[in-house]
């Protein structure tokens, strides 16, 4: 799209222009309005629509985004044995295509009671939720394509293809295979992560902070290939 006021080029959705500063209205009306999440104590949110992601003014496509990550945890902080305080690590983190990246930091402290850890806490799930359910699923969709269409990708990790996924351990060099034959389901963990399950119930693979990268999208990919 082009800026209203100044006629240069930005980037498709964007709320102000980053050479004017100029605001750029933009029209809603052919786009759906599917969740708007507060992140932030004081009323700041995410408005997720149905073919792009708007927050602190800014505004990108699903299409644009190259990689994916979240992180949600909370570490109890202890002195001699009693717990003194809490940190919550909340992040959801965008790297687009064209190579910017954008975040939803909700990392805080609580020391004595005092902070907004557990504000954090409380205000994260709904945001993964609608993360997960809208964003990773939309570029989960785009890869499911492409592996449909013959293409082999790289996602947390694993490469993947029609016929299997494979994942090699750096540690052990094991190589674990995922198919129709052994895949059952997948769970989501901790705000960041997956654990995938074979036929009997056993772990068959887990995702770790080394391959948390885009990890969202396995479920999705994993149920329509192999489910």
């Known amino acids: 799209m082009f800026c209203k006021n100044c006629g240069k080029q930005i980037d498709d959705y964007s709320l102000s222009c980053q050479y004017c500063g100029a605001e750029q209205t933009q029209s809603v009306s052919s786009h759906n309005i599917l969740a708007d999440v507060q992140f932030k104590s004081n009323g700041k949110s995410a408005q997720f629509f149905d073919d792009h992601i708007e927050f602190y003014g800014k505004s990108f496509r699903y299409d644009d985004i190259k990689t994916l990550i979240t992180r949600g945890s909370t570490t109890i902080h202890t002195y001699i044995g009693i717990p003194v305080g809490r940190s919550f690590d909340g992040v959801v983190q965008f790297k687009l295509n064209n190579g910017k990246t954008h975040h939803i930091n909700m990392n805080a402290m609580n020391i004595f009671g005092i902070g907004k850890a557990r504000k954090n806490e409380k205000l994260f799930p709904p945001l993964f ?49 995922i198919n129709k034959e052994n895949y059952r389901e997948s769970h989501l963990i901790n705000g960041s992560g997956v654990i995938v399950y074979d036929k009997p119930g056993e772990i068959l693979w887990s995702s770790s902070m080394m391959n948390s990268k885009n990890v969202l999208l396995v479920p999705y990919i994993f149920d329509a290939i192999f489910g």
Do not use: F, H, P
């Open 129 to 177: 939720n609608a993360v997960y359910s809208i964003v990773a699923k939309s570029m989960a969709e785009k890869q499911i394509d492409m592996i449909r269409a013959g293409a082999t990708v790289e996602v947390a990790g694993l490469t993947i293809n029609s016929l299997e996924a494979t994942s090699k351990s750096k540690v052990s060099k094991k190589v674990v295979v």
